[in-house]
């Protein structure tokens, strides 16, 4: 068999061919399909580009071969001469040959000059880089969301090269700690956040700044929450200064909290020295939403709680005193806070919500005073029990009024008739408006329109049935989008804040868009279904909790019997329940 060089490089290719692929670490067939690649081209570079010419290298031997291939085609489909062959021509050479084979024409050894030499190498360089990419990525993509060790390499303008022993890494002057610096040969540790696949090979970003990083070495450090016995719920981190994780227990008998301490604080310590001393608030972690919120704010206590759900905002109130305290060092406290629980917080004095409650109280006194043409205590004494509108005097139950002191039936008669009457006049007026804005009658006959929602609507030019049908749900209630300073500004709707829900809202434009034939009923009905839906889903017990915690720790019978047994749940009475069908886990 005619051969391409000289015989006694045989073994010395394959011997090239595996010391490149153990320094890449890839595999030796690429690294041999690299070379006959370099053959072919330096071959084509001697004998003529349009030849179709193919190199083998025997990866047992190291026996080089070199053939000119041609294809036998018929006479009526023949357009190449150099890489096709026809049949006749081709039957005269093997009478076997066929439309389709390939004729194969063994091409004489030849030397190779400079610069087909440096093709060749050039060839063999490119593919193995590509393999050796390739490799890196497979390798390192599966890898995400691990904790890598590595060494520094170099640091440039703040990004910090690792070397990772198979790969490169970065980790980005934003993914590092501040004031955090290394030099050359320095260990590092890092989380693997994401492997990009890019022309000059995979870019594997890393991150000592993630909240992720945290959790990890958490799990590292103790046993509990590397098991799962302890769930890490959330974690919020101001990298280098301080951060705050939830934990909770899945093993009634384990304190959370205790746990990530460790004894005398051995185990938070260690975390805290991987991460350049950065404090570390370790938060109980709850399901209700107003309890964790409470706890987030360590080591600020709490007076009050307001929770609005559509928003996810809550108001804290806070002793006067203990406002810096809640605020934080630049609003570092609640800022953690309200990106741990999920929630944007709004702090508040006492003594500002004193005087917001004062000013609010006296603003219902005197509405009650002219509606109800009463003198300023019997106002007063309305507004401090709780009536904050004229519509909740004339509609509630004559019972209410009773239990107030000092009221009988005949003085809550004459208060609702007096309510009724303000409220008849209210809407005449209104209504006298909206015909002068030109809000058309067919509005009137929308659900949930009153004459004061229409004065409204004629105020924002919203005039018939087809107007209220363009509108979204924000345009009524009201949103909030970022302001000048980066901070959430609420921007007011048709309506005032807490007038109108969001829901309510979208099912007031849906029944528009029937009306006005936008849409069919259907999918109204749809909606209706779904947050009919929403509202039955079933809140969790504290004994479906546990089940619920059991079943993340695993599906054994005799397991749940016995942790059913410790916290002394009766499972038959439960299931009985349906606990066990209809429990909806938490988000």
Not at 177 to 182: A, C, L, S
Not at 493 to 501: D, F, P, Q, Y
Request: proline residues 4%; aromatic residues 6%.
């Amino acid at each position: 068999m005619t051969t391409v060089g000289v015989s006694a490089n045989r073994l010395e290719i394959l011997q090239i061919a595996k010391a490149v692929a153990e320094e890449k670490s890839i595999d030796q067939r690429i690294v041999i399909e690299a070379m006959q690649e370099a053959i072919e081209k330096a071959a084509k570079a001697k004998y003529g580009q349009e030849h179709d010419i193919r190199a083998r290298i025997d990866p047992a031997t190291g026996e080089q071969t070199l053939w000119r291939v041609q294809t036998v085609v018929a006479e009526e489909n023949f357009e190449d001469e150099a890489k096709q062959l026809r049949l006749a021509e081709a039957k005269k050479i093997d009478a076997s040959l066929e439309v389709g084979s390939e004729l194969k024409e063994e091409l004489p050894p030849f030397d190779f000059g400079r610069v087909a030499a440096q093709t060749a190498k050039q060839v063999i360089t490119q593919k193995v880089r590509d393999a050796e990419r390739e490799r890196q990525y497979n390798e390192y993509k599966d890898r995400v969301g691990e904790v890598i060790n590595g060494i520094v390499k170099r640091v440039e303008y703040g990004h910090v090269i690792v070397d990772l022993g198979r790969a490169e890494g970065i980790i980005r002057r934003n993914d590092g700690i501040p004031r955090e610096n290394f030099q050359p040969n320095d260990r590092v540790r890092a989380y693997l956040y994401k492997v990009s696949r890019e022309m000059k090979g995979p870019q594997i970003f890393l991150s000592r700044a993630a909240p992720d990083f945290m959790r990890k070495l958490f799990a590292q450090e103790v046993p509990e929450v590397y098991e799962g016995v302890i769930q890490i719920k959330a974690c919020a981190r101001d990298p280098g200064s301080r951060a705050k994780i939830g934990v909770i227990s899945n093993d009634s008998s384990i304190d959370p909290v205790g746990a990530c301490v460790g004894m005398r604080g051995a185990r938070v310590q260690a975390v805290v020295g991987e991460l350049s001393g950065e404090k570390i608030d370790i938060i109980p972690w709850n399901y209700d939403a107003a309890t964790f919120i409470v706890n987030a704010l360590q080591p600020a206590e709490v007076s009050k709680v307001v929770l609005d759900e559509d928003e996810r905002r809550v108001e804290v109130v806070v002793a006067d005193d203990q406002f810096p305290l809640a605020i934080g060092r630049r609003g570092q406290n609640v800022r953690l806070a309200s990106q741990l629980t999920g929630w944007q917080i709004d702090l508040i004095t006492e003594s500002a919500d004193s005087e917001r409650y004062q000013k609010e109280f006296q603003e219902r006194t005197s509405l009650f005073m002219k509606a109800l043409d009463a003198d300023e205590t019997l106002a007063q004494l309305l507004a401090s029990e709780g009536f904050e509108s004229v519509e909740e005097i004339a509609f509630v139950a004559p019972e209410d009024f009773i239990t107030i002191e000092g009221f009988d039936k005949d003085v809550a008669e004459e208060l609702q008739e007096r309510a009724r009457e303000f409220l008849d006049r209210v809407a005449v007026e209104n209504d006298t408006k909206r015909r002068e804005l030109g809000v058309e009658d067919d509005v009137m006959e929308l659900d949930s329109m009153t004459p004061s929602f229409a004065v409204k609507l004629g105020e924002q030019g919203v005039k018939t049935v087809e107007d209220v049908a363009g509108l979204v749900p924000d345009d009524i209630t009201g949103y909030r989008e970022p302001g000048p300073d980066g901070k959430p500004v609420w921007v007011e709707g048709i309506l005032k804040k807490g007038e109108m829900r969001k829901d309510d809202a979208q099912m007031f434009i849906m029944k528009a868009r029937v009306i006005a034939g936008w849409i069919e009923q259907e999918a109204v009905d749809a909606l209706i279904a779904q947050q009919a839906g929403d509202e039955e889903a079933p809140e969790l017990t504290e004994e479906e909790r546990a089940l619920l915690a059991l079943g993340e720790l695993g599906n054994n019978d005799d397991d749940e019997e016995s942790l059913a047994e410790e916290l002394g749940i009766d499972l038959a009475d439960l299931q009985m329940e349906g606990g066990d069908e209809e429990a909806v886990p938490e988000q």
